[in-house]
């Protein structure tokens, strides 16, 4: 096995029990740990959605007017971890790169940071829209509907990503 098939197998594994660790962590994760992922979101809520929020102490995020609170149900840590390990191991068993593929594995991270976030603020102002129409979705149609706008997410993300990765430039292109 060459060094550079080793190196590509120890990160691939390396981000593995990252995932996996981040998703034992998670399992007692409080609203105060999650702040990264719910802070962003909440204050996106209220500048894109024209509304108020009042942080509550170990529930999370209450919007008085909506009626809704934003708590660690809603922090996005399963999606984060499913579009890290996706966007890296798409880097990672890509052929371009080289050697450098480890590196732009791990600047995934950020990336799929930033359309957690995203995503999150877009799933919740969905639900907000439909409150504010009158429909109040149930439980099952909430989870539903958010499952459904992070699918869309990911598969969207990930076909820009591979094809940004596998972009090529046609043999007949010629340059002046």
Request: hydrophobic letters at 55%.
């Amino acid at each position: 096995m060459d060094r550079q098939r080793l190196k590509t197998l120890l990160m691939g594994g390396s981000l593995l029990a990252a995932a996996f660790a981040l998703k034992w962590w998670y399992r007692t994760a409080t609203v105060d740990d999650l702040e990264l992922l719910l802070g962003p979101v909440a204050h996106l809520v209220a500048l894109l959605g024209n509304t108020a929020f009042v942080e509550v102490a170990g529930e999370g995020y209450f919007f008085p007017d909506l009626n809704m609170v934003i708590d660690r149900s809603c922090s996005g840590t399963n999606f984060l971890v499913i579009a890290t390990a996706t966007f890296a191991f798409l880097v990672l068993k890509s052929t371009n790169g080289g050697c450098l593929r480890p590196m732009l594995a791990l600047l995934m991270l950020p990336a799929a940071y930033t359309l957690t976030v995203l995503t999150n603020t877009g799933r919740i102002l969905s639900m907000v829209a439909l409150q504010r129409l009158g429909h109040t979705p149930s439980a099952l149609l909430h989870e539903a509907l958010g499952a459904a706008v992070f699918l869309i997410a990911l598969i969207l993300a990930t076909l820009l990503l591979d094809r940004s990765i596998h972009r090529t430039i046609p043999s007949h292109a010629s340059f002046p």
